[in-house]
């Protein structure tokens, strides 16, 4: 049963770009060994952290999307905690919760597409149209008075 | 950062006058009338409440970095629940903080 996953981990500040290279390619290795399939590989470079983590305040953060069993995880999972470069990683399993917005996307234009059917326009959008006005804004904030902090925007 | 502290004060500021308003049910005081709240992500159509979105998910964690209520941002149950799961997926990946320092 392979399955989708996602895999972001964040590796210390102190590596060189080398060493996180090497990360992925022992990554890549352990997929490779137990069978799976590295999607993409996105580096999403050197970022501040919210918190210190172990008196880190910056990582590098990489992200692997990977196909594969819940052996396959759970060795990476493994491996990454006893690696320490690594100061924190994330395994969430993906392919269910993107099943689920991928249907309700599919059923939000189809019923679209049903009611624009129905009120004898075009299936599709057309370029330009449905845009608001300033007339038609049903947020007016007109009679917001309950702000007593004021218009502060 | 900017965009995150104007939501804290505007949502905050619509908080006090929502308790107010329930106090005052028979409308002694000055008639309040306040903006129907909508779910951000029902209005804007957003599926996917994604835990590496920053963008999305930090005007949800107002200064304290605690997590906006509902009664609060307006945002439904359904869209509130996968938020929280985004918010703490992040929080753990150190992109959103546990506590304001």
Not at chain 2, 37 to 45: G, N, R, T
Request: charged share 35%.
């Amino acid at each position: 049963m392979t399955r989708k996953y996602e895999l972001v981990y964040v590796v210390s500040p102190e590596a060189s770009d080398d060493q996180v290279t090497d990360l992925h390619n022992q990554v890549e290795a352990i997929v490779q060994r137990i069978g799976g399939s590295i999607e993409k590989t996105e580096n999403w470079g050197r970022r501040r952290l919210a918190y210190e983590i172990g008196r880190h305040k910056e990582g590098t953060y990489v992200l692997e999307v990977l196909h594969g069993t819940g052996e396959l995880m759970k060795e990476i999972d493994r491996r990454l905690k006893v690696t320490d470069l690594i100061i924190r990683h994330l395994v969430v399993r993906v392919d269910e919760t993107q099943a689920v917005i991928e249907r309700t996307k599919a059923r939000r234009t189809a019923t679209s597409q049903r009611r624009r059917v129905a009120r004898g326009l075009p299936a599709d959008r057309q370029p330009g149209e449905g845009q608001r006005g300033d007339a038609d804004d049903d947020r007016d904030d007109r009679f917001d008075m309950g702000n007593e902090r004021g218009m502060d925007r | 950062m900017n965009g995150r502290k104007s939501f804290g004060a505007k949502k905050g500021g619509r908080a006090g006058a929502g308790g107010a308003g329930a106090q005052g049910k028979d409308g002694q005081r000055r008639p309040m009338f306040r903006r129907r709240k909508v779910c951000k992500f029902c209005s804007d159509k957003i599926d996917d409440i994604n835990y590496k979105d920053t963008k999305l998910l930090l005007p949800f964690v107002p200064e304290r970095a605690k997590i906006l209520p509902r009664r609060i941002s307006g945002t439904c149950a359904l869209h509130q629940r996968k938020l929280r799961v985004a918010l703490m997926r992040a929080r753990q990946l150190a992109l959103i903080p546990y506590t304001a320092e």
